[in-house]
Every structure is written in C-alpha cells, then in structure tokens.
C-alpha cells in the first residue's frame, strides 16, 4: 500500500486535520490488509484534472458526498463487498468513524467521483457494486477521487484475486 500517513508534509499548506496526524494515520491503516493507493497531495491548477492522470476522466463518475462515506468502509472491505466481510456488524461503527477522519479532511463544497458502476444518484456502496471501470491492470479496482479547493485525494483498492 502506498499512503501518506502525515497530513503534513513540509513546504504544503496546513489544512486542519494537520493537528491530528495520528487520527489520520489511524484512519488508512484500515487499508493496510488490501492491495490499496491511498494518496492526498497538493492542488496546483484551478482545473485540478491535470493533478490526476488525464486517462482517468472517462472512466469517473461524481458521486454525493453522503455516499463517500460508505464507498470508503466499502474499499475497506474483503472482496471489497460488505456482505462478505467477516464480522462487519461488529465493526462497521469503528470503520465508518475512520471513514468520516478521511473525509473530514474534505470540506463542503469538495467533489467526489469513483469508478464504480452504481444505480441512482445515491448509491449505497452496502449493497453489491455491479462491476467498475478498471484504472490498473486488475479486473476489479474501486476508488474514491476526492477533490477540494487546496488537495486532490486518492484512495484506491484492488482486488488482485
């Protein structure tokens, strides 16, 4: 897994979460057993989409911000699919306390955009994702591309089965 586990990094803008580097390292461990990229860095351009590879365009969908919540605890997951996941009922407040330290560090007005194949214009990540449009060379990639004024975050996980 290739994560930043320190929100801040010297010659980068403080955000607020910058306080509290050891509640965002405890928030991606959560990824730590999965083939995952998890990676937040600057934003250098007013049209970000130069931060992130060109290629990645076609294949992202928006998604509300009240769902990126459950896509994280889903990208978290075996199989990367919740009913699946050992003793998820036990689990799931402490996972979804991580997700909300990760999205935390996204204020209002951010964008989220996946690549997921997902119904409605709320999808709920809880239930079976369908299929993806794949951004690596693994059959089935889900991810989170988060997007506000100063970061473009990535969070990424791959089913290498």
């Known amino acids: 897994?290739?994560?930043?586990?320190?929100?801040?990094?010297?010659?980068?803008?403080?955000?607020?979460?910058?306080?509290?580097?050891?509640?965002?390292?405890?928030?991606?461990?959560?990824?730590?057993?999965?083939?995952?990229?998890?990676?937040?860095?600057?934003?250098?351009?007013?049209?970000?989409?130069?931060?992130?590879?060109?290629?990645?365009?076609?294949?992202?969908?928006?998604?509300?911000?009240?769902?990126?919540?459950w896509l994280l605890v889903m990208l978290a997951t075996d199989g990367m699919e919740v009913s699946r996941q050992y003793g998820f009922t036990d689990r799931r407040m402490g996972m979804e306390e991580h997700a909300q330290v990760i999205l935390s560090r996204f204020p209002e007005g951010s964008q989220f955009f996946t690549n997921t194949r997902h119904y409605g214009a709320h999808p709920d990540f809880y239930e079976k994702v369908t299929g993806c449009w794949p951004m690596s060379q693994y059959a089935w990639d889900f991810g989170l591309l988060a997007v506000s004024r100063a970061e473009v975050g990535l969070i990424w996980s791959f089913d290498a089965s």
């Open 1 to 69: 897994m290739d994560s930043e586990s320190e929100p801040a990094r010297q010659g980068r803008p403080q955000t607020h979460l910058d306080a509290n580097a050891d509640m965002w390292a405890a928030a991606v461990d959560m990824y730590r057993n999965r083939y995952s990229f998890l990676a937040v860095g600057p934003r250098l351009h007013e049209d970000w989409l130069p931060d992130v590879a060109a290629e990645w365009r076609s294949r992202l969908f928006e998604i509300p911000r009240s769902a990126v919540v």
